[in-house]
């Protein structure tokens, strides 16, 4: 059976090691540790040695905040996608002579998913991944069309953990040491294409709702990243919209996630969240991560366009809180926390009412 491993922590790396072929890898990365609720929070680590995953920041590193190179790309040629699409089914051979597992291929429209799961795991997987897209899409009123890699999103998913760190070891060099799945953006090369893929595993019994839980908040960080260019974006945006979307996909995670957020909000004396709002939370803080979520949640409420606005400024340059003022006029960080607290002591379950 699969341990009781609960969503405890979670590392989003960046890593902008030049590997050979002058590509970025940019990796995000969920990880599980047994016995407590969910936490997760974020690491954006610095520059790795070339070729090398990027050591998991302590803490004190982890106020850089950085993304892969954004200098302005210059228009991107003709890319091939049939082609590409071709190049990354033909990984499959090479991934099961190495790693000497049973992988198959199945495809849905956006994805490729190579697993060693059986049969109806495969389906309901593609059906989660295009589900997900397309409400995220619809939730930053995105066209359903619009391209956001090159290719598809290649997802691997193993039935062993040990599958899994021998794929990161030998085909990211990454190491996923407690870890439960991780997003590469794979290059960046000027005009280049745009590849991205999933990786994670999925012990055959039992768990299935929390692996769900990880495919959507990884897909939603692959999805806000790659959406028109990538930018560094704030922590709290990105982790709020990958838990966000968590629930918004399956609604009975909602009163879990709200709890930390009401506590927060209702705590004596009163803790303010501008760290959160402008620094980096540690790995621990699962608090952070739901505070993160509810601010999400608060805007939307309040205007769902909002969201894609906001987003869309910061994809253009513009800095976090204007962004912010500029989406949700009125709104600066002290403002937005201010009505946050009150919305969420109005409306989010109080711990007595959320289920163990
Ligand atoms: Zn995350």
Redesign the pocket.
Known sequence: MMEEGKMQN?K?KIINGRIPGAAVVLV?MLSFVSGSMAA?A?VWSSAAPSGQAAPVASPSATVILSAPATEALPPRPQIDQAAIVQSQRDRLGEMRRTLQTALVAKESKNYILFSDLDPKMRNAILVWLEDLRTKLMARLAIPAEQRLWDGKCLVVVFSQQEALDAFARRFDRHLVTHSRGYFVLEARQAGGPRLVHIATYQPAEGGIEHFRDVLV?EST?ALVEMYRESVPLPLWVH?GL?EYMTVEIDPGLRVGKEVPAYQRAGTEPYVSIQRILTEPFPPSDIQAYEVSMSLIDYLASRDPDGIRRFLDLMKDGTRGEEALGQAYPGLNYKELERRWRNWCLRWYAPPEKAKS
């Open positions: 979670e989003l995000l997760d974020v908040h960080h982790e990958a």
